[in-house]
């Protein structure tokens, strides 16, 4: 039987988000129900509903969440009622090219439910992700249940299933940082703080933060920054640079997705260097560099989509080392909320005033 459940969904461009009722259909062939836990607000979120990802309203948002399953449909056997899971949004098919190569990081035919949820009156949702957690329960495909250690917290857990993966992956996966290598990383939110801690899992040396705020400095601080740099007050790339013995550091990474940003990024780093965006631009925006200088400076240039994380491999992991005191998740949670209250999350998120609010159930 279809069930109703509450869930925050955005209706139109710009529009506030509203607390509505919601259709989750039973689990159909390969899919699974899972009761929400804990979901993250993040920055993803606010783009969907400003209309920058698409024009598939109504979303219901809500992508950083971990759950335990409620049901499953026919034919799922990875997962079963009762296994504590983080939704990922890379449940890999097995069959595409990327696959079929052995990259199933890039998966480029990843699996969704197949069933909609609907508003009362019969209108689709689009699951922001292919995920829609900011609800008290989800349908999802099986393959996008991932299973972790039920010791771990709900609440630092479900931040794994996005912004926290993706910082500590552009970090380790893309921007294959090792021992002894410097990095800055540029942006320091939630996605740039988890590419410092990256970073330094990593063994990199030198760690330098860069935002325009002040108090996410001080936090990059704590989460393992080795120097700081304002770039309203100064200069990115001179600083970068001084902080490096003149030459840029090994790996750049840009968690904002603004032009300016990435271009600071590109010559902040040393000659043969990697750039790792990560930061999601906007789709008016437009990059121009001199090509001899994207020839002469040589290296590689990278996109992070979900730091290249594999879900079974990488979330277990992470969870683990987070459990031995190894990995402080809990540092990344600014403050609790109630599902109601993602609104003002936004707000608090445009003043810069959290690394993540998160709705707990
Ligand atoms: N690639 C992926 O798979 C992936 C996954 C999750 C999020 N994202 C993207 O990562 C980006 C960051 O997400 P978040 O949740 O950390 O957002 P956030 O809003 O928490 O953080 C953004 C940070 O950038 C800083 N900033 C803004 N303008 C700046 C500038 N000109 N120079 C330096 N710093 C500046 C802000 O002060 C803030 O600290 C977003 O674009 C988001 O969509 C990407
Ligand atoms: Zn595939
Ligand atoms: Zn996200």
């Known amino acids: 039987m279809a069930q109703q459940v509450r869930a925050v969904v955005a209706r139109g461009k710009g529009s506030p988000v509203s607390l509505e009722t919601i259709i ?3 689990p159909g062939p390969g899919e699974a129900l899972v009761r929400i836990q804990a979901c993250g607000v993040c920055h993803t979120d606010l783009h969907y509903r400003e209309g920058g990802i698409n024009d598939d309203f109504p979303f219901l948002l809500g992508h950083e969440a971990a759950g335990v399953v409620e049901s499953v449909g026919e ?6 009622p009762g296994d504590f899971v983080i939704l990922n949004w890379r449940a890999v098919c097995g069959q595409c090219r990327a696959c079929r190569r052995g990259r199933p990081w890039y998966c480029f035919d990843t699996h969704n439910a197949e069933q909609k949820m609907t508003l009362l009156d019969g209108t689709e949702l689009s699951p922001a992700l292919g995920i829609g957690a900011f609800a008290e329960k989800t349908l999802v495909h099986a393959g996008q249940c991932t299973k972790v250690d039920p010791a771990v917290s709900p609440a630092v857990a479900g931040l794994l299933g996005c912004g926290v993966m993706a910082g500590i992956g552009a970090a380790i996966n893309t921007g294959n940082v090792g021992r002894g290598d410097s990095v800055a990383v540029i942006g320091c939110g939630g996605v740039g703080n988890a590419a410092i801690v990256g970073a330094r899992l990593a063994g990199a040396a030198t760690i330098i933060a860069v935002d325009i705020d002040d108090r996410k400095l001080e936090t990059a601080q704590r989460m393992g920054a080795t120097h700081t740099v304002n770039s309203q007050a100064t200069d990115p790339v001179e600083a ?5 013995g ?15 940003t990435y271009r600071q990024a ?5 000659l043969a260097g990697t750039v790792v965006l990560v930061g999601v631009p906007t789709p008016e925006m437009k990059l121009e560099l001199p090509l001899l200088d994207v020839f002469g400076r040589g ?7 979900y730091g290249d994380c594999l879900p079974s491999r990488d979330f277990p992991m992470l969870v683990d080392l987070h459990l031995q005191g190894r990995l402080d998740l809990g540092a990344f949670v600014t403050e609790t909320i109630a599902l109601d209250e993602v609104e003002k999350a936004f707000d608090r998120m445009r003043n810069g005033d959290v690394l993540r609010s998160v709705v707990v159930f």
């Open 240 to 244: 970068i640079r001084g902080l490096t």
């Open 266 to 270: 590109f010559y902040a780093r040393d």
């Open 75 to 80: 034919g799922v056997t990875d997962v079963a």
């Open 299 to 305: 290296g590689s240039l990278k996109s992070s989509w």
């Open 246 to 260: 003149g030459n840029g550091a090994d790996v750049v990474i840009e968690a904002v997705g603004r032009p300016e």
């Open 24 to 26: 989750v259909p039973d």
